[in-house]
Structure formats: structure tokens, C-alpha cells
């Protein structure tokens, strides 16, 4: 659920939430920059594709099977729309102003970030061959008084994914929140959880879910059939191990810019972002990271009891379970989900869900669905409303959303900006 940033790794005698902080990060709205982080896939292959959906436990064919793919109204592999989310290919594009750049020094410093959800609007699909470029800019905040810390910021970042072509694939609106240093650890209401533990007849119970479930795959789901109220079936994920974190790694993300480096490669890193490192029990400078894997860095940094899973790892989940109902043929448009409650290591998540609402707009035949994430404490931990494009038996297969004309011509204007840096670059 959380993300550890560097300045949370150090020790600060400032960690308060500031006028001057809500001030400068109000300034920043609205001023776009390209991503010039290489994440650790910048091109959609059949083999990233496949590697990423199975990081999050999706064996759908339509994402690991080229041949069986190619059967399918894609006419060949696509990836899961929120592979997205760990893509992207080094953009060129002009700075802030240095009065923007200015404001972002030390914004924030000392302040936990936990990210708690998003919201994603997809235009057309990833294939291999893809290069998905990025460029993103704060799109809003907001102050709140909150139970776990003192004074709470709700940040908003939106990110707009393209392809080599320029074409939109997708935007991401992220909400972090953050909360004060000194207000999490005092104010924990965490502390009293304590690690589940399972028996053979609990962990028999999860695996009949797994029995159960599947992806629709090829039989399409007409909109005709779909009603209101409707069951979306049951998925589970875990217990979460720290297999779970290492293979969601091995899949695709790699936690850029700060990175998860090793040996040379590491102390190079470490030489970057010294405070993204701090020390475990062997002395060794190690990671702030592995908060996700590390009980007692957990408890220090960020007052939790147990380490605890991210929260894009979260979306991969919600995504696979709108992905296995909507079938082959189908298009999710948009999900929004909040990230209510941490998932610690050990903890199950079982997700449901319902159909709320059906519709035709612009010629689309469009479904809404509702869908929640309980704890095997009965805990509700994640909720998330998404639209689904399903074919219709009297009006033919899905048409893809439209990009906004605003949208599409500054991801076009980026993307032609980036092109003559390269040349400029090229010409030294």
C-alpha cells in the first residue's frame, strides 16, 4: 500500500506538514513534464507481457499465449491494460520554470507517502512492439484532518501514458497520502494487529477459490445478458508471502527512479539517494524499501506491525478480476479504487463484486460495476467502481473510448518535443 521515499528513509528534525509545503505543492498543478525515468520495460514484448500478467497470478492466454491470441477479436497478444503503470521509455521534454523548480526542493521532507488508489482511463489496448513513453503533472490536493496522523494531505498526480505512434493509452490519476512523521508513529492504530496464522483446513478453503476461478476467455459476454445486480464471482490473492513481493518484482516493477539495485550497481544508487538507504541488523546499508519484506524496518519508519504490499500491486489484482468477468471480447474502460487498509504479509484478500448499472452512450454499450477486497479478518480493504465495454448481439463488438481532442494534441506536441531534443542531441 505504501511508498517509501527517500526522504522518509532519514532522520529529520522537521516532519510536519507545512502552509509553506500546501503553498508550493498548489503552485505545481497543472505544469506537465516528461518522464525521463527508464522503468524496467520501456517496450511491450510477448515475454514481458506474459511475465507481468503472471507476476500478479493472471493466467489469462490472451496475455501468454501468442497462437491462442490470435484467435481473438485482437487478432494477436495484448497486455493488461494496468501494465501501463510499470512501463515507460525515456521522454525528452523541457524543464519547469526555475521558480517551479525552485518550490519542488525539499517539498514534503520527512513525510510518509502511502499511496491509496487511483484512477485509470484506458483508450486502446498494449501490443508488443509498444514503447509507451510518459509525461505527468500534479493535478490537485487537498487537506484533511485524519485518525492515523495529525494533518493529512491528499496529493493527486496524473500521468499520461503514449505510445512510439503518440497515441494515448491510458491516464492515471494517482492519490498519495501523507501523513506526519511523528503523528504516525505516536497515533499508530496498527499496532495491536498481529500476523495471521493458518491451518490446513483455512489454507484448503483459499485454494477451492483458486479451483474456481478462470478467465471467461473466449465466450463473449453480450451486454444483453448482463443485468443489474448481477454476482461478478469470487477471486482471492494470498496469504502474501514475500515470494509474492519478489516474483510482482521479477514481473516488471521496479520501484523507479529510486530503483532496487544491487552490488556495484547498488553503491552507485546508494551514492544518488543516500537516504534511500538505511541500515539493517548486519549493519549492511540496505534499501528503506524493504519495508514490504522487513518486520522490524516495517515497525520503525511507518508504526505498522507487519510489512505490507504496494498499492499498484493492488490494482494488477482488481484488474485481474475485471478482466477475468468482462472475457476476451470486452474493453474496461476506467477503474477507480481506493486502498483502505494495508494488506500485511500473511493477510488473504478475497474480492466480489456486483453489476450496479448498464447503458448505451456515444454508440458503446457500457457496464458499471462495484467490487471490494475483504481480509481474512473481514476487514473491507480495497473497493474500486469500474466501466466495462462488452459487445452487444444487436449492435456488433466493442468500439474503443475516444481520446480527448485536448488530450490527444498535448500527448502529440510531447511526443513531437521529444523527437527534436533527440535530433538536437544527435547533432552535438
Known amino acids: 500500500m505504501a511508498t517509501t521515499a527517500p526522504e522518509e528513509a532519514a532522520e529529520h528534525t522537521l516532519a510536519v506538514i507545512t502552509d509553506d509545503d500546501l503553498d508550493r505543492a498548489r503552485a505545481l498543478i497543472g505544469a506537465d513534464v516528461a518522464v525521463r525515468d527508464r522503468q524496467y520495460i520501456t517496450e511491450a514484448t510477448e515475454d514481458s507481457i506474459r511475465n507481468f500478467a503472471q507476476s500478479a497470478g493472471d493466467d489469462n492466454p490472451l496475455y501468454a499465449d501468442p497462437d491462442y491470441a490470435a484467435t481473438t477479436r485482437w487478432g494477436g497478444q495484448v497486455a493488461p491494460g494496468i501494465m501501463a503503470a510499470v512501463m515507460n521509455r525515456p521522454m525528452l521534454g523541457d524543464p519547469l520554470p526555475p521558480e517551479l523548480r525552485a518550490m519542488k526542493k525539499g517539498l514534503f521532507r520527512g513525510i510518509h507517502v502511502f499511496v491509496s488508489g487511483s484512477e485509470w482511463q484506458w483508450y486502446r489496448p498494449i501490443r508488443p512492439g509498444d514503447k509507451i513513453y510518459s509525461f505527468e503533472g500534479e493535478d490537485g490536493i487537498e487537506v484533511k ?16 501514458k503514449l505510445n512510439q505512434n503518440g497515441e494515448v493509452v491510458a491516464t492515471y490519476r494517482k492519490r498519495s497520502i501523507l501523513t506526519e512523521r511523528k503523528a504516525a508513529k505516536e497515533k499508530s492504530k496498527y499496532g495491536a494487529i498481529e500476523s495471521a496464522q493458518w491451518t490446513d483446513d483455512a489454507i484448503a478453503a483459499i485454494d477451492t477459490i483458486f479451483e474456481q476461478e478462470g478467465p471467461r476467455g473466449a465466450e463473449p459476454r453480450y451486454f444483453e445478458d448482463v443485468a443489474i445486480g448481477d454476482a461478478m464471482g469470487t477471486m482471492a490473492k494470498g496469504p ?8 510482482f518484482h521479477a514481473g516488471g516493477y521496479g520501484f523507479v527512479p529510486y530503483g532496487l539495485l544491487s552490488h556495484r550497481l547498488g553503491w552507485r544508487n546508494r551514492q544518488r539517494i ?23 524496518l516495517s515497525q520503525q519508519t511507518t508504526g505498522n506491525p507487519l510489512p505490507y504490499d504496494y498499492g499498484v500491486m493492488r490494482e494488477t489484482w482488481l484488474y485481474h478480476f475485471l478482466s477475468d468477468w468482462t472475457g476476451d471480447d470486452g474493453f474496461i474502460v476506467r477503474m477507480y479504487d481506493e486502498v483502505r487498509k494495508f494488506n500485511y504479509m500473511g493477510d488473504v484478500q478475497i474480492f466480489t463484486g456486483k453489476v450496479v448499472d448498464k447503458r448505451e452512450e456515444q454508440g458503446r454499450w457500457l457496464v458499471d460495476v462495484e ?16 466501466t466495462i465495454a462488452l459487445p452487444s448481439r444487436a449492435n456488433g463488438p466493442v468500439i474503443l473510448p475516444d481520446v480527448p481532442a485536448e488530450l490527444q494534441l498535448r500527448a502529440t506536441q510531447m511526443l513531437q518535443r521529444h523527437g527534436d531534443l533527440v535530433k538536437a542531441k544527435q547533432a552535438k
Not at 467490487?371 to 469500474?386: F, L, P
Request: charge should be positive.
Open 145 to 160: 484532518p485524519s485518525e492515523f496522523a495529525g494533518r493529512t494531505v491528499n496529493k493527486f498526480l496524473r500521468t499520461v
Open 240 to 247: 502474501l508471502t514475500v515470494t509474492d513481493i519478489i516474483v
Open 274 to 296: 543516500p537516504a534511500f538507504y538505511m541500515k539493517n541488523a548486519m549493519g549492511v546499508p540496505d534499501t528503506a524499501q524493504r519495508v514490504h519484506w522487513d518486520t522490524e
Open 371 to 386: 467490487i471490494e477486497s475483504k481480509s481474512q479478518r473481514d476487514v473491507v480493504c480495497t473497493i474500486c467502481r469500474a
